[in-house]
């Protein structure tokens, strides 16, 4: 089944139209992608590597869990969605705003931060999506990156999901 996503204008207003995911866009036209870092409590993130057949990205190590957001859900919504499929956790974001967002030229990025001690034995990982995951602390995944073996994300976001992970209580990881 294809993806439908809403699409929003540049004040960040959903329009009240969709697109599906392989059409071509115009101008003017923007959609909104989540992103969940996962931390216990020893400052580690949680870090999946992508399967070998994503499009995407294929074989790199990427954040906890992250997608496109589906027509008709809020942001919050697809972080759990999305959380929920890859690593079948079940996260309560509804009262929970994303820690940042980030504007690009195709939409919007908002991150989430969460604070959950996961084993990763608990973890049911969506095969399709997600090949292994693992903690990892800030320093690591630096190497990873520079080793092209990490999702590149615009400079900073990975040190700023690190600083702002204990900004707020409210995401409770259910496990």
Not at 27 to 38: A, F, M, P
Request: net charge negative.
């Amino acid at each position: 089944m294809p993806e439908i996503w809403d699409v929003y204008d540049v004040n960040r207003q959903k329009t009240g139209r969709t697109i599906v995911r392989e059409q071509s866009w115009g101008n003017e036209k923007y959609h909104l992608i989540v992103h969940t870092g996962i931390f216990n409590s020893r400052g580690e993130m949680l870090i999946q590597k992508r399967c070998h057949a994503k499009r995407a990205w294929p074989d790199l190590w990427d954040l906890s869990s992250g997608g496109s957001a589906m027509a008709g859900e809020e942001s919050w919504q697809a972080a759990e969605r999305e959380t929920l499929e890859e690593l079948g956790l079940c996260l309560n974001l509804r009262d929970v705003r994303p820690h940042f967002t980030i504007n690009y030229e195709r939409g919007f990025d908002d991150f989430y931060a969460v604070t959950a001690d996961v084993e990763i034995s608990s973890l049911t990982l969506q095969a399709s999506e997600v090949s292994e995951a693992r903690w990892a602390d800030l320093e690591e995944i630096r190497a990873m990156e520079k080793d092209h073996a990490f999702v590149p994300y615009f400079p900073g976001v990975i040190e700023l999901l690190f600083q702002v992970r204990d900004n707020y209580d409210g995401a409770i990881c259910q496990k």
